[in-house]
């Protein structure tokens, strides 16, 4: 449990985290990473679904899953003029999931939502209608953390639906240096953020093979509040202009979010999902200061392999993953979208003869673009994600 | 397994602390950062400027003999007369031990050896001519605070006890020596001889003081000489002996507190002439658009800010972080024979120019208009700064109307007659000139 006081300072340094609440995580559970984070239609069978909360119907009885993982990413930061590089660890969530009932599941998660990590050193911006400048030293840092509690209940054989309610909590630390004319303004800014969200979802199987689902996260408002320190420099002395005050601030709207996904399997060892999911940001109330927000879309899409059921060799016995993800992003800077696109490949390994698997995956993406006021972001990603299956711990006891 | 778990949960402990130093040279959407909190530059802040006229001025205790007068151009006739009160260590003849020999003293002559301290001011390639006058009237000031001010006179006998008429060359001489009537010597040598005078009040009975005065006819420049090291020396010898040693007695101003000058202007017919009282103020609409500032004569220069509450509308929350206000010399007001200062003293006064203190930056130091000297064709760049930027924020958040105003003068205000004309905002070419920075958080 160690690792759940990380959550709250995961680290992920992004130029876009100065937006909104900053970068939002893509952390999902299980082997999804390795399918392009696709699975709307896929059932919590041998691995918490986080995708869809209608999945948990599917839950086999006295199966206890839990699953955590963490990321390692390599990325490289290129604007026109220059590149760099950077590598961060983080956790990526903590879940656990168990049948209620022959009929329903349950399921708590813990995951960063976004992280506000940035560092802005001397930039050096025009003051409006002058020829002169002054100069922006800005770092942020915080995020918010995404509590879920989800519940998925299967009517009959062929359908499940599920909602999930959210916890959405945290706050973010924006300290700002200004050097104008010979004075040096500090801003310090904590934001902090609570809200509760709402998911339904639901999943029908069609036949044994073929499985569609869809997902609508309720738009709503997350409250924020800020207490604010304004210091000035001038003549080499530091004099405040306001100490800790509390004032509310704009809230952070999240949108409406549908999601649509089919899984269907072919010849017994070939899985394809296929997820489409529209967020309509465009039309949320959210502030100007956050950002400008435009309506994205998703699309994913991911194959699994795995050769045979009962296979002697372990060899035999894991499954090898491949997906896309491609998005519209959420964000317009400048007028300019910034939009996200990957590949991952991954491998499914299993631990002992139970669900238990440890998922490895592999993706490479590309984020934003190079341009006057942009940079692009290329990313090499490893996620480990170790999916745990009670009946092993049972096991254990036994022997 | 559990060993595999292990290795698993240290792994991801490892990846949670770990991460590159991010060095912040990569950021996104300027446009956006400036969003949150704006950082605007105002210049065009209505500034009024208007001339004072300070009705007194302490001249005494400054350290400076300051006489002469001149012509000015610009702000009338400019006079400065000295008045002092002068003693001695010892008001006796040298070895006074038995009084046949001091019988055989004899006076020889006196004479007033004035020392420059460099100060000049006006036209030194001219004549100037300047009279020693004996006080009729007792070095005391009429006043509780015991200062003379630069309107305080004394009265004086007429005749001229010696006179100088020269060519000051204040920065290559050292002293200028006055021969002085041989009457006036022979008269005080006799006082002490014949032990009249004895001690200081018996001397200052007898020489209330001296004051010298320039003559009207000669009107081109003041100079400055020392309090300290001026004198008036008396040589007296040994009658009929070889010897040609001479002895002094040197009567110097040993309290400077009573040496002022009395420093006039005569503002008839210029533009300055309607310049009221002490308490009220000559808008720059009235003298072409100028302010003006003279040291000695208390003429000072006053900038208000009158719309400096209204910040407070521009944002819900803002500051002023910094501000300059930047004062322009007039073209042509200023030369070599009316050199610029290199700094503007500034004081903080209220709507009546009663002077609250100094103007003070953030740190509590008094804050100076400093001389930009880079000159070009027009002389666009000659200017004084002010960093204004704290006084105005309190300004801005002063709760009461009452503005405060800052009043300019020249350094060395009660000692000198420097003078300067400033441009106001409606100025043709030496407009003067404010810049405030403003943020809002």
């Known amino acids: ?399 | 397994m559990h060993k595999f778990i292990l290795i698993l949960l240290f792994v991801l402990t490892i990846f949670s602390c770990g991460t590159d130093t991010d060095t912040g040279e990569f950021t996104v959407g300027s446009d956006y950062l400036a969003l949150s909190n704006k950082v605007i530059m105002i210049d065009t802040v209505t500034v009024d400027m208007s001339t004072i006229n300070f009705d007194s001025l302490a001249t005494s205790n400054r350290s400076r003999i300051l006489i002469g007068n001149y012509d000015d151009p610009i702000f009338g006739k400019v006079k400065s007369d000295s008045y002092f009160q002068l003693s001695t260590s010892v008001y006796a003849l040298s070895s006074v031990g038995s009084d046949t020999e001091s019988v055989n003293y004899v006076f020889d002559s006196i004479s007033m050896i004035l020392k420059y301290d460099r100060y000049y001011y006006g036209d030194t390639t001219r004549v100037q001519t300047f009279n020693i006058h004996r006080l009729t009237q007792k070095v005391k000031p009429n006043t509780e605070d015991n200062n003379f001010y630069n309107n305080s006179t004394l009265t004086y006998s007429p005749e001229s006890l010696g006179t100088i008429s020269f060519k000051p060359r204040p920065k290559e001489k050292d002293s200028i020596n006055i021969q002085m009537s041989k009457e006036f010597g022979e008269a005080l040598f006799q006082k002490i001889k014949k032990r009249e005078v004895t001690d200081f009040d018996s001397f200052t009975e007898y020489l209330k003081g001296l004051v010298l005065v320039p003559e009207n006819s000669t009107s081109s420049n003041v100079i400055g000489f020392s309090v300290s090291s001026s004198k008036v020396r008396l040589y007296y010898s040994k009658y009929q002996t070889d010897s040609e040693t001479p002895f002094i007695i040197d009567f110097t101003i040993l309290d400077a507190t009573k040496q002022f000058n009395s420093i006039s202007l005569n503002k008839t017919g210029t533009i300055l002439q309607n310049l009221p009282i002490s308490s009220s103020n000559l808008s720059s609409t009235l003298t072409n658009n100028q302010g003006f500032i003279q040291s000695g004569t208390g003429v000072a220069c006053r900038v208000d800010f009158p719309n400096i509450k209204q910040f407070k509308n521009i944002a819900a929350n803002g500051a002023i972080v910094d501000a300059e206000l930047i004062l322009k010399p007039v073209n042509n007001s200023y030369s070599e024979k009316y050199p610029l200062a290199d700094s503007l003293t500034v004081y903080v006064g209220d709507n009546l120019n009663r002077i609250s203190g100094t103007l003070v930056n953030a740190a509590g130091t008094s804050v100076y208009g400093k001389l930009n000297k880079k000159s070009d064709e027009f002389n666009e760049n000659v200017g004084y700064s002010i960093s204004v930027g704290n006084f105005l924020q309190k300004e801005m958040l002063k709760q009461s109307d009452s503005r405060s105003s800052l009043i300019l003068t020249l350094p060395g205000i009660a000692q000198s007659v420097n003078r300067i004309v400033l441009g106001d905002q409606k100025h043709l070419n030496n407009k003067i000139q404010l810049k405030i920075y403003y943020i809002s958080y």
Request: hydrophobic share 35%.
């Open chain 1, 1 to 399: 449990m160690m690792s759940l006081s990380s959550f709250s300072q995961s680290i992920s340094s992004s130029p876009y985290s100065l937006y909104g609440v900053g970068s939002l995580y893509d952390s999902d559970f299980g082997y999804l990473p390795s399918i392009g984070s696709s699975g709307i239609a896929l059932p919590s069978d041998t691995f918490i679904n986080n995708l869809n909360p209608a999945s948990l119907g599917f839950m086999y009885q006295n199966h206890f899953l839990f699953d955590i993982g963490g990321k390692a990413i390599a990325t490289t930061y290129e604007s026109g003029s220059r590149s760099e590089k950077r590598n961060n660890f983080q956790f990526s969530h903590l879940a656990f999931a168990f049948p209620v009932t022959k009929n329903s599941g349950f399921s708590v998660s813990m995951r960063p939502y976004s992280s506000s990590v940035f560092k802005i050193s001397n930039l050096k911006l025009p003051i409006a209608d002058s020829q002169e400048y002054y100069y922006v030293t800005a770092q942020g840092s915080g995020g918010l953390n995404n509590l879920d509690f989800s519940y998925g209940y299967k009517f009959g054989k062929k359908l499940t639906l599920g909602a999930t309610a959210t916890v959405l909590f945290g706050n973010t630390v924006d300290e700002r240096s200004f050097l104008i004319s010979n004075s040096i303004t500090t801003i310090n800014k904590k934001t902090n953020y609570s809200g509760v969200r709402a998911t339904l979802g639901a999943q029908y199987k069609i036949d044994s093979t073929f499985t569609i689902g869809s997902t609508f996260k309720i738009p709503t408002r997350v409250k924020a509040s800020k207490i604010q320190s304004v210091t000035s420099i001038a003549d080499e002395v530091q004099s405040s202009i306001e100490t800790d005050q509390a004032s509310n601030t704009d809230d952070y709207y999240m949108p409406l979010e549908i999601g649509f996904g089919v899984s269907k399997r072919f010849k017994n060892n070939l899985n394809l999902t296929l997820d489409y999911e529209k967020s309509l940001w465009g039309d949320t109330k959210q502030s100007d200061l956050y950002g400008d927000f435009v309506n994205q879309d998703r699309f994913a899409l991911g194959f699994t392999y795995s050769s045979k059921k009962n296979a002697r060799k372990y060899w035999d016995r894991v499954g090898y993953a491949a997906g896309i993800n491609y998005d519209t992003g959420y964000l317009e800077v400048d007028s300019q979208r910034v939009k996200n696109a990957s590949f991952s490949v991954g491998l499914n390994l299993p631990i002992d003869n139970t669900f238990s698997s440890l998922n490895v995956s592999y993706s490479y993406g590309q984020k934003g673009r190079i341009a006057d006021d942009l940079i692009k972001e290329n990313y090499h990603k490893i996620s480990l994600n170790l999916s745990l299956d009670g009946i092993w711990f049972v096991k254990r006891k036994i022997e």
